[in-house]
């Protein structure tokens, strides 16, 4: 049940240019969430809003997540870095995003779209909600591909054995000398949590499948994305338990990490926003009108 992590990150080589696992996730990421935004739009979720205006909030969208995650990373894990060379700021090739600077681009993109449409901000985060957890599950597979965030060691007779993982002077032995290492049970205590995994099931597929039942028929403003919210903010915390901190460093207890101190304010996010639902109106769906649509009504 040990696994030896000999996955290589990148999965396409043309001459100089290479194509690494995380780019394509990305890619899936984005592409799920254009699919499932236009099934939605196409039933009328978010009224007023056809196929052309929705691939506009997408790109606003995006453009958020890439620019709100880096910014974040920069400024809630590697400030000092930051502040010391802010041309890191644009190094986007060595890593590093933040997935809550990501949502707080994604909300400052949604409220600018909302606002240039004439829509409730309310409406339009609870229709972005439930494209979000294929993304960030793609994510979370592409940090597992390419062995970074991995968690703590298992001490167990299971989990992950990653090489850059390993202490010195095994984590300068090449891949050959590695494979020979694991067959003898030599690496074994070096197992660790497979962290990413865990975020990619609990942050990725629960959370499509609860979001997107739940949004399968009208409910109460901010309850799909108040349930969001407090669904991220609670795995994250948890898994955060078996995840080593970022760059080391614990806040407190031996066990309080950033990550958890971000999530925190989530979960208080998501709380306020059901209480809010409760007396918040019900959005009803209006497919939008095409010209094939508005032929036959006539």
């Not at 890191?88 to 449409?117: E, N, P």
Request: zero cysteines; hydrophobic letters at 50%; charged letters at 15%.
């Amino acid at each position: 049940m040990i696994y030896l992590h000999d996955i290589d990150p990148i999965a396409i080589s043309l001459g100089p240019v290479k194509v690494h696992w995380y780019g394509i996730m990305y890619l899936l990421g984005f592409t799920a969430a254009w699919w499932l935004g236009r099934r939605r739009i196409a039933a009328g979720r978010l009224p007023g809003v056809d196929a052309n205006g929705f691939s506009d909030l997408l790109f606003y969208a995006m453009l958020g997540v890439v620019v709100g995650g880096r910014v974040g990373y920069m400024l809630f894990y590697a400030l000092g870095d930051f502040l010391h060379n802010p041309l890191l700021l644009f190094k986007v090739w060595d890593g590093g995003m933040s997935f809550h600077g990501g949502l707080l681009g994604v909300l400052a993109a949604s409220w600018y779209w909302s606002r240039k449409h004439r829509l409730h901000l309310g409406d339009t985060i609870d229709f972005m909600a439930p494209l979000v957890p294929l993304g960030l599950g793609f994510g979370r597979i592409g940090n597992f591909i390419g062995a970074e965030l991995w968690g703590k060691y298992t001490d167990g007779t299971w989990g992950v054995v990653f090489p850059s993982g390993l202490p010195a002077p095994l984590n300068q032995l090449d891949m050959p000398a590695l494979r020979e290492q694991f067959a003898t049970g030599a690496l074994n205590p070096y197992a660790r949590h497979p962290s990413q995994l865990y975020e990619a099931l609990l942050e990725g597929l629960v959370m499509f499948v609860v979001l997107w039942a739940v949004s399968a028929t009208p409910r109460h403003r901010y309850l799909v994305s108040g349930l969001f919210a407090l669904m991220y903010g609670v795995f994250r915390f948890a898994v955060e338990f078996v995840r080593m901190p970022d760059n080391g460093v614990y806040l407190a207890f031996d066990w309080f990490t950033r990550g958890q101190l971000l999530s925190l304010p989530l979960v208080a996010l998501g709380l306020v926003l059901l209480a809010l639902s409760r007396r918040a109106p019900v959005l009803q769906p209006m497919p939008p009108v095409t010209p094939a649509t508005a032929g036959s009504k006539a």
